[in-house]
């Protein structure tokens, strides 16, 4: 990989941004990943969907009884099925206090 110098800090580098007609690097620019910028609970629900999307099963159904992926080993299915019941109430449990919120100011 080429590095290069931000012209702003004098950083090494490997991407240079333009941004509002200025280059450089992206602590200067201050681009993070979208996935910094998430709250508790949309990574709680993007957690549920991708380890949904890895057994195989259609994410947003709270159904558990899918059953196992045909060449999933039993330890790796009981690992992700119960990390699936841990992030499903933690995120059920935030989806209540958010009605509970809404509720008060409405």
């Not at 609970?41 to 549920?48: A, G, K, N, Q």
């Not at 947003?60 to 699936?84: C, H, I, N, Q």
């Not at 995120?91 to 008060?104: C, V």
Request: charged share 25%; hydrophobic share 40%.
């Amino acid at each position: 990989m080429r590095w290069v110098l931000c012209p702003i800090c004098d950083r090494r580098c490997g991407v240079i941004y333009l941004h509002h007609g200025r280059f450089g690097c992206r602590q200067c620019h201050g681009v993070v990943a979208a996935t910094q910028r998430e709250n508790r609970r949309t990574r709680l629900f993007r957690r549920e969907a991708d380890i949904r999307r890895r057994l195989g099963w259609p994410v947003g159904v709270f159904d558990m009884s899918l059953g196992k992926p045909r060449y999933m080993r039993w330890s790796t299915f009981a690992a992700l099925t119960a990390e699936l019941l841990e992030v499903s109430s933690l995120a059920t449990g935030l989806i209540e206090e958010w009605t509970a919120k809404a509720e008060k100011v409405f």
